[in-house]
């Protein structure tokens, strides 16, 4: 159920990212770090990843986007449209369609605010119908939302640096 007219409509807002946002982008991305390696989930982020550089480009592309809570900035996303190539090859299942679809990307938050993973994906959803996302295995508060959402498990992807990621989609 996507939340038009809700009530997280008065709390939370979203707005493209600039450059001049990249101090406090870097600050989310280190707490989401710390909260991940807290809950087990230890290798999903390196410390460098992502990168300053990616993030600018994310900018630049017109693909970053900043949550805000009462006007706290709280979470940072991208929302990529169209192939995504590390989604080309699926291994052990296979995508729900061929249809166009986004892609959700870099999900952090600062922790302070309850109830915004949803909001994020809801209003990606509200922008494409037919979204696809990613997570580390070790990534149960990620997992728990997707699965609570009902996206579904497509199968196994594989990520630049190698490693696999469990792979999701939702196609309304």
């Known amino acids: 159920m996507l939340m038009n007219g809700s ?4 709390l939370f807002r979203i707005r493209p990212a600039c450059p ?17 390696y807290q809950s087990g989930n230890r290798s999903q982020w390196s410390v460098d990843y992502p990168s300053e550089q990616q993030l600018l480009k994310d900018i630049a592309e017109g693909y970053l986007y900043l949550c805000f809570s ?4 709280c979470a940072v996303f991208a929302l990529i449209f169209g192939e995504d190539p590390t989604y080309r090859v699926i ?3 296979e995508w729900l369609n061929d249809a166009p679809y986004a892609t959700l990307h870099r999900v952090a938050g600062s922790g302070r605010v309850k109830g ?3 909001f994020i994906l809801d209003w990606c959803l509200e922008r494409s119908q037919n979204l696809r996302v990613d997570t580390h295995a070790d990534n149960g508060v990620m997992l728990h939302l997707l699965q609570s959402m ?23």
Do not use: H, P, W
Not at 7 to 10: K, T
């Open 91 to 93: 291994y052990e299942g």
């Open 116 to 118: 915004i993973g949803r």
């Open 70 to 73: 009462n006007n706290e900035f």
């Open 20 to 36: 001049i946002d990249m101090s406090q982008i870097l600050e989310v991305f280190n707490l989401a770090r710390e909260q991940m």
């Open 7 to 10: 009530a997280f409509d008065n």
């Open 150 to 172: 009902g996206f579904r498990y497509c199968g196994i992807i594989y990520v630049a640096n190698g490693t696999a990621r469990l792979a999701f989609q939702k196609s309304l």
